[in-house]
């Protein structure tokens, strides 16, 4: 019941990430759960959080869904989520109730792709809720029949194949296809900065949605603002 129920309780849901760049100072255990307390408070149907020491201290504080991952990198330095199968082990004793794995067409540093790498957590791990972070319609489908049991488009515009999309904003195309396309819930993530966009990612089939930096970085919403009030101040004083 309590493997159903991670999934349930996050549907048409609003899911928080909690994840902070290495040199912020809110990149620590006991801050990073509180804002994942801050999250719940807020209506929060879920968390997703990097990191062992953080998914501890988060599971102690939220009594919410946690989505959890460790963060690696491949070799041209882009990100690599969940990189071997004993950190999937370790995320669940952790306290996560979903691991979030890249099921992207890249090879990781062990020599796995993402679908070889799915296909022998799937295996090894058969009781496990699985997330599928991936990052085109092909690699979302390919995850889905592999056996993942959630399919994110997080990853759009942080591959090679996708670096344009990610100039563009909210991959909405991407969300709406996958939810047409696939049985198991698609949850959508990746550059939602606005409650309008949140919205409209459900509207277009999302089983749920994941908002990050505009919720829980100070650092790049204090940056938002800024960018809008210079771009205005040129714009109406080109020599300020």
């Excluded at 102690?60 to 330095?77: F, H």
């Excluded at 082990?89 to 540093?109: H, K």
């Amino acid at each position: 019941m309590e493997y159903l129920n991670s999934i349930a309780n996050i549907k048409n849901g609003l899911i928080v990430s909690c994840q902070f760049d290495e040199d912020d100072p809110f990149n620590k255990p006991e801050y990073v759960a509180l804002f994942a307390l801050s999250a719940q408070m807020g209506g929060a149907a879920g968390v997703r959080i990097e990191g062992l020491e953080n998914i501890k201290a988060s599971k102690a504080k939220v009594q919410r869904p946690i989505i959890g991952l460790v963060q690696s990198a491949y070799e041209d330095g882009s990100v690599l989520i969940t990189p071997d199968v004993k950190d999937v082990g370790e995320i669940v004793s952790a306290g996560a109730d979903i691991v979030a794995v890249d099921a992207t067409e890249r090879v990781r540093p062990n020599g796995l792709n993402g679908f070889e790498f799915l296909k022998k957590v799937r295996v090894e791990h058969p009781g496990t809720l699985l997330l599928a972070d991936v990052s085109t319609f092909e690699e979302g489908v390919q995850a889905a029949e592999l056996g993942a049991d959630l399919v994110s488009t997080t990853l759009s515009g942080h591959t090679p194949a996708t670096a344009k999309r990610g100039r563009q904003g909210v991959d909405f195309d991407l969300i709406e296809r996958l939810s047409e396309s696939l049985v198991v819930p698609v949850i959508a993530e990746g550059r939602i900065l606005l409650p309008a966009e949140a919205a409209h990612a459900l509207d277009l089939g999302a089983y749920s949605v994941v908002v990050g930096a505009a919720i829980t970085r100070p650092i790049v919403i204090t940056q938002m603002f800024l960018h809008e009030i210079q771009t205005r101040m040129k714009k109406n004083d080109p020599e300020a």
